[in-house]
């Protein structure tokens, strides 16, 4: 698992956001200059409430989605540093698929609530990617399911008690995974049935991409000198906000 958060180009002026408490839960959250009703909830990878992740909820709010997210980490910090990567991997040891998700429904609760939003999707990276693959097999209120090189392996970790294949399948919304095709982490036929997964749904647009010769976590800048991993990102992620536009902005 790498360094995975990708940086956003979507306006000129990006919005600035803001540490928050929500339901006891920290967060960051940034939202548009004008009104919306459009959100998205993001959920980390490894990196947790990094300066990348940051800047993605800055770039969609500017994009008019309000953006809130998790903090995988609840409270301790987040970095884009690659040497706190190891530190970064026992914490994920110690997540909890139930609590974290119920988490996640508390953080949507306030979405809905307080923020006034109508529509809700949810996107992740790697760890991220599956939380939001559960939650969107889980939670029937998401408007979309954005899942980026979703770390879902052939051998599951002892925490990982959910399966992410059989929530994929049970997905309502528009769902789109973006899977590298030099993945370290994932392999090919993990991805094949989390394609499978989505494909077996009789509701709900099925949306997958594969970007040949990219690795794992791709997005993050720390990996784009491997010039694929740079393309692979710039290529995906004006898609990327384009469907989330469409699907939660209507």
Same mark, same amino acid.
């Given at each position: ?8 180009? @979507? ?32 959920? &980390? ?19 008019? !989605? ?11 910090? $987040? ?5 706190? +990567? ?30 006034? *939003?109508?529509? !809700? $999707?949810?996107?992740?990276? *790697? ?14 209120? +998401?408007?979309?399911? !954005?899942?980026?090189? &979703? @770390? ?5 970790? &002892? ?5 992410? /294949? ?35 749904? /009789? /509701? ?28 692979? /990102? ?17």
């Amino acid at each position: 698992m790498a360094n995975e958060i990708s940086t956003p180009v @979507t306006a000129d002026v990006p919005c600035a956001g803001e540490d928050v408490t929500v339901a006891g839960l920290n967060a960051y959250l940034s939202r548009p200059r004008e009104a919306s009703t459009g959100g998205m909830l993001l959920l &980390p990878s490894i990196t947790g409430i990094s300066p990348q992740l940051r800047e993605l909820a800055d770039g969609l709010a500017a994009a008019g !989605v309000n953006a809130l997210s998790w903090d995988i980490w609840r409270g301790r910090p $987040g970095s884009d540093d690659p040497s706190q +990567m190891e530190t970064q991997f026992q914490w994920a040891s110690e997540l909890d698929d139930e609590s974290s998700l119920t988490e996640m429904g508390r953080l949507l609760d306030h979405m809905f609530g307080e923020l006034g *939003c109508r529509r !809700v $999707g949810v996107i992740g990276w *790697c760890i991220g990617g599956r939380f939001a693959l559960l939650l969107g097999g889980r939670d029937s209120r +998401m408007a979309n399911v !954005v899942a980026y090189h &979703p @770390t879902v392996r052939d051998t599951p970790a &002892p925490n990982h008690t959910l399966d992410a /294949t059989k929530f994929t399948a049970r997905i309502a919304a528009p769902a789109m995974i973006l899977y590298p095709g030099a993945d370290e982490v994932v392999s090919v036929e993990s991805f094949h049935r989390l394609q499978t997964a989505l494909n077996s749904r /009789t /509701t709900g647009p099925s949306i997958a991409h594969v970007y040949p010769g990219a690795g794992h976590g791709f997005t993050a800048r720390a990996q784009h000198h491997n010039p694929v991993n740079k393309a692979a /990102t710039d290529l995906s992620w004006p898609q990327v906000t384009a469907f989330i536009r469409a699907t939660t902005l209507v």
